[in-house]
Nanobody
């Protein structure tokens, strides 16, 4: 069993930055691929970024390339999402997820465990 707890969300102005964290606990978490998704009201859950268990492979949605950066610290069982140049359309609940095969997959159905999410609101 893997438990995921996100933090770092909040209200930010357009053009601002936020850094999200997701603390993972459970057996062999360091061998899991970790991903970030987001979901806005009335919309489908959307892939944002993912990182393989080793951190060597990363994967980003086109909508966030060049603005968001995913990283992980296996010693602390934590994955981060640095979000820069935020736009109002980035407003959503951001969720992290864990893939037992250790991949940086963009497919939400590949993920075995999910956190509860943290709200990010981009507004002036």
């Amino acid at each position: 069993q893997v438990q995921l707890v996100e933090s770092g969300g909040g209200l930010v102005q357009p053009g601002g930055s936020l850094r999200l964290s997701c603390a993972a606990s459970g057996r062999t978490v360091s061998r899991y691929g970790l991903g970030w998704f987001r979901q806005a009201p009335g919309k489908e859950r959307e892939f944002i970024a993912a990182i393989s268990w080793s951190g060597v492979s990363t994967n980003y949605a086109d909508s966030v390339k060049g603005r968001f950066t995913i990283s992980r610290d296996n010693a602390k069982n934590t994955v981060f999402l640095q979000m820069n140049s935020l736009k109002p359309e980035d407003t959503a609940v951001y969720l992290c997820a864990a893939d037992k095969f250790g991949l940086a997959t963009s497919t939400k159905h590949d993920y075995d465990y999910w956190g509860q999410g943290t709200q990010v609101t981009v507004s002036s």
